[in-house]
């Protein structure tokens, strides 16, 4: 009897260290981990129940992720702990996102899309790197946009989206110090020029709306940039008024 308690016990003991090696290379091994949580930060439940939205939040430990994004699912992909990149879409839709962290480093982007087709699954690829040379863009550089004004690229961002159909979107980054007044622009692929956009700061972001993807930035106008602006409307105002004037003598006369 004490044989039989004996060799069951040693099965079990082998057994529970069999379990607890094979969960250690689990982790081990894992390279993204996955945590669901509401809005406001709980955990390990369903989430949106009480205001219909819901949130996910999913670490990953490279560069690279390719997922599915569920509509109405608020998605945050956090690269290596520092750049965060959050998808929010009517639509489900299937991303592939490469991300630079180490050109990039610590940054909040989001992107929010509204699809009129309710039916339709979108599929979207997205670069995301700190500069890109070939289109000028080396930190603390000047680009030239179409309306021939120079602006400085400071963002130390840039996106390279691709997405088919027709839709809208907002492009949203955290405000900061660095790109403070500053507006989204895109290249245009046929000119060869940044086209810049209506841009607001709202809830602490800079926001733009947009209908296409292409590759998208933040720029800064730069001071002389500004000094021509105000320069050009002071010497409208001066021509206007100096017209007035001669049409008010003339009338005098």
Not at 55 to 73: C, F, H, I, P, S
Not at 166 to 193: C, H, M, P, R, S
Not at 209 to 220: G, Q
């Amino acid at each position: 009897m004490l044989g039989i308690k004996k060799k069951w016990t040693n099965g079990l003991i082998l057994f529970m260290i069999f379990f607890m090696l094979s969960s250690s290379l689990i982790i081990a091994n894992a390279e993204e981990i996955y945590i669901d949580k509401d809005q406001n930060g709980s955990a390990g439940r369903e989430t949106g129940r009480e205001t219909g939205s819901k949130y996910r939040e999913k670490a990953v430990a490279g560069n690279t992720v390719r997922d599915r994004v569920q509509a109405g699912v608020r998605t945050t992909f956090e690269f290596q702990h520092q750049t965060r990149i959050t998808i929010n879409s009517s639509n489900n839709i299937n991303i592939n996102i490469n991300c630079d962290v180490n050109s990039i480093g610590t940054k909040e982007f989001e992107i929010d899309i509204q699809v009129g087709d309710k039916d339709k699954e979108l599929s979207m690829t997205m670069t995301c790197t700190g500069e890109q040379e070939e289109l000028g863009l080396i930190n603390g550089s000047t680009v030239q946009v179409r309306n021939r004004v120079q602006h400085r690229y400071q963002e130390g961002f840039v996106a390279q989206i691709e997405c088919e159909g027709e839709f809208k979107a907002q492009l949203k980054i955290k405000a900061n110090e660095n790109n403070q007044g500053g507006t989204w622009a895109y290249y245009d692929n046929v000119t060869g020029e940044w086209v810049p956009v209506q841009t607001m700061e709202q809830e602490g972001y800079l926001v733009a709306e947009t209908n296409h993807f292409s590759t998208w930035t933040v720029l800064i106008p730069t001071v002389n940039s500004q000094n021509i602006i105000i320069g050009s409307l002071v010497a409208a105002v001066a021509i206007v008024a100096t017209i007035v004037i001669v049409i008010v003598i003339r009338r005098r006369k």
